[in-house]
């Protein structure tokens, strides 16, 4: 059995899952997978670790796989890391960092949670200076993708209901708060158009 049909077995016992004997058998089925060097697998395996999913909650071995995951070539699991990194689960806090990860995430192709986190981080002002209008164009690029805590936030913001009105939300909220001044901020000019000048690699973001 490859590593592929592994990890498959391992999602359903998951999503399936009636007992925690199901989560169990899903995290060694994650495990296997992980031994054998399938960074889907190490990612997975990250997910069940930082979360408890058939296993204690262990950062510090969340954080290993998600390593391993990048060295792979996994898009998802730099925001992953990124989400220890914000938070300083398993890691020394380091905001950079995190921002670094969601970045990297976004280059590999990878959009949905980056956008997210890098749009609460532009409206709450963490290692980025505060940029309102920043957040609601990242909080929209993430709706836009299905995030449904983005889609939420930005109904939040807009004072209205419909979460699925996201164009009508963004509008208003454009409206509200203005255009997005960018300044002499490279990498918010990058982040806005996709522009592959911003460099970010494995080792900028982990310690591992």
């Not at 031994?35 to 950062?59: A, H, Q, W």
């Not at 939040?156 to 997005?180: H, P, Q, S, W």
Request: proline content about 3%; charged content about 25%; hydrophobic content about 35%.
């Amino acid at each position: 059995m490859d590593t592929d049909e592994i990890i498959r077995r391992g999602i359903d016992y998951e999503i399936h899952a009636k007992t925690e004997k199901d989560r169990e058998k899903a995290f060694s089925l994650y495990s296997q997978a992980a031994k054998e060097g399938d960074p889907f697998g190490y990612y997975m395996l990250g997910r069940c670790l930082s979360n408890g999913i058939g296993t204690d909650v262990d950062y510090i071995r969340g954080v290993n796989c998600y390593c391993s995951a990048i060295i792979g070539g996994y898009n998802a699991a730099p925001s992953s890391l990124g989400w220890h990194y914000l938070n300083g689960y398993g890691v020394e806090q380091d905001y950079k960092k995190a921002f670094n990860c969601f970045v990297m995430s976004i280059k590999k192709g990878f959009y949905t949670y980056p956008f997210l986190n890098i749009a609460q981080m532009y409206e709450e002002g963490v290692f980025v200076n505060k940029n309102v209008p920043a957040a609601i164009e990242f909080y929209k690029r993430s709706a836009d993708v299905g995030s449904p805590i983005a889609k939420k936030k930005l109904a939040d913001m807009a004072d209205t209901n419909d979460e699925e009105a996201i164009e009508k939300n963004y509008v208003r909220l454009r409206e509200k708060y203005g255009e997005i001044c960018v300044s002499d901020d490279e990498t918010l000019k990058w982040l806005l158009n996709f522009l592959p000048f911003v460099h970010v690699d494995y080792y900028s973001i982990c310690d591992c």
